[in-house]
């Protein structure tokens, strides 16, 4: 049996006032992989914690298979857990690790078969007479995984499993884990910070920062449509390039996004988006390239939907198959808060009773996105971070992140003819929601 998981509306005050989870609403279907991503602190646990009964929701319902959970206890949700710190019993061997939940669930039952069934599935049954101090640590996960594999479970849920171990095991297990959940069938609910992770992991993506849900999709659409900056930015690597433009569409010219010193030409036939880009006439906007939208080549090389820029090599950083160059281009990053950790909550502000209708949907909006998702207001906020902090992240020199071949010799102070290819444009507006492509001309990709 698996089963259909739903959180309707779902919030969680730990301290009176202070939520970490905000109206939470998310279907999970029977059977399905879904991830929870975000950020350390913005909830994951959390909300894992309170799908398996070990923390209540302070407002809005868990439902399992429709039921409203409130009051079953964790016993009695027939889920198995695996955490990130492994959690065995120190002194069983792993055959009694693996076996004594079974034991507990049916007593009298003798669990080898399904002791050795699991150990069998997973690989591990010569580690079965072993100690958990006999085991390494993927070994270790292995077992944990066997324990919560053996009790057959309508629903598995996992948080961090993989984070404690080494990158060659993390991608080995990542990918036993996908295959055994597959095969099994089980309604999987995965918490992670990893985006990689995420996206080659999950049939969806929930993407979470605050406490708020961003976006949920398939891999796929997260990545190509990403409803807002902060989603753009927590997924893909490298990191998506975010600069700061201006939109120009003068009613008798053509349209352009400058970017600073130098600027993005939209030329006619505008396609629908470049249409509806024209109403930001004379705003500020946040153009978002991923390195796959800009090319290493000359003006004369463009193809249709291509323009030319240049850029000034700052810093050339060698991995092997690929080069990630990072050149100046003479604009402005704009940037993204929160995406390694959330700031510290603030209490929520209580709602005045006498307040106008639009204040309070003020109130709602700025508590549904927890804070905006783009720093515009600050122009000295581009280089460093805000109030004296770090940026959010060791930030290298340049504004523009490109991949390309290692076959090209760049050295610092070249400067480099670049092609930006505008069907690969992003746009999002000052509160960092995406504009371009437009959210609702657009289905879900792969839904
Ligand atoms: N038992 C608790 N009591 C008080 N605050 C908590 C408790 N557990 C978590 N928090 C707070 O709730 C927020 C979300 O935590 P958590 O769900 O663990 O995030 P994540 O798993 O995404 O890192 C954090 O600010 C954390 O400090
Ligand atoms: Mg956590």
């Known amino acids: 049996m698996t089963r259909a998981i739903s959180l309707h509306q779902v919030s969680k005050s730990y301290t009176r006032g202070v939520r970490v989870v905000e109206r939470l609403s998310l279907d999970i279907r029977p059977g399905e992989f879904l991830v929870l991503l975000g950020p350390s602190g913005c909830g994951k646990s959390t909300v894992l914690r309170m799908i398996a009964g070990l923390e209540s929701a302070t407002e809005g319902e868990v439902r399992l298979d429709g039921e409203d959970a409130g009051d079953l206890p964790p016993s009695e ?14 002194s069983m061997t792993g055959r009694d690790n693996i076996g004594f939940p079974l034991r507990i669930e049916t007593p009298g039952e003798d669990p080898r078969p399904r002791v050795d069934a699991t150990a069998r599935m997973l690989g591990i049954e010569d580690l079965l007479d072993r100690f958990p101090h006999q085991l390494s640590g993927g070994e270790r996960q292995r077992v944990a995984m066997g324990r919560a594999i053996a009790r057959h479970p309508s629903a598995f849920l996992m948080d961090e499993p993989l984070s404690n171990l080494d990158a060659k095991l993390r991608n080995h297990l990542r990918a036993e884990i996908a295959s055994l959940t597959r095969e099994l069938g089980v309604t999987t609910v995965y918490v992670t910070h990893d985006q990689a992770e995420a996206l080659s992991l ?23 449509l990403p409803a807002n900056v902060f989603v753009a930015a927590f997924i893909g690597t490298p990191r998506i390039n975010l600069l700061r433009g201006l939109v120009r569409a003068p009613l008798d010219g053509a349209m352009s996004i400058s970017l600073g010193k130098q600027y993005l030409p939209l030329r006619e036939p505008w396609s629908v988006d470049q249409r509806l880009l024209r109403v930001q ?27 030319a820029i240049s850029g000034l090599v700052e810093h050339v950083e060698f991995q092997g198959h690929e080069v990630l160059v990072h050149f100046n281009t003479g604009s402005r990053p ?20 006498e307040g106008s209708l639009l204040d309070r949907l003020r109130d709602r909006r700025a508590g549904l996105r927890a ?5 515009l207001d600050d ?3 581009a280089g460093a971070g805000r109030d004296g902090e770090m940026p959010p992240e060791g930030r290298l020199p340049g504004d523009l992140v490109v991949r390309t071949t290692p076959d090209f010799d760049l050295r610092h102070g070249m400067q480099v003819p670049l092609l930006v290819d505008l069907a690969h444009l992003f746009v999002f507006d000052q509160h960092g929601e995406r504009i371009c492509p437009a959210p609702a001309r657009l289905p879900d990709l792969d839904e």
């Open 334 to 353: 704009a940037v993204v808060p929160d995406l390694e950790a959330p700031r510290p909550v603030r209490p929520v502000r209580r709602r005045r009773r």
């Open 371 to 375: 804070g905006p998702v783009v720093d």
């Open 202 to 224: 999950g049939d969806r993506v929930a993407v979470l920062r605050g406490g708020v849900l961003q976006q949920v999709g398939t891999p796929r659409t997260v990545y190509a």
């Open 379 to 381: 122009p000295a906020d």
């Open 77 to 90: 949700r027939d889920m198995a857990m695996v955490f990130q710190n492994f959690a065995l019993y120190p």
């Open 281 to 307: 006439q004379g705003r500020e906007v946040i153009v978002g390239l991923r390195s796959e939208a800009v090319r290493l080549a000359k003006p004369s090389e463009a193809r249709p939907g291509e323009v």
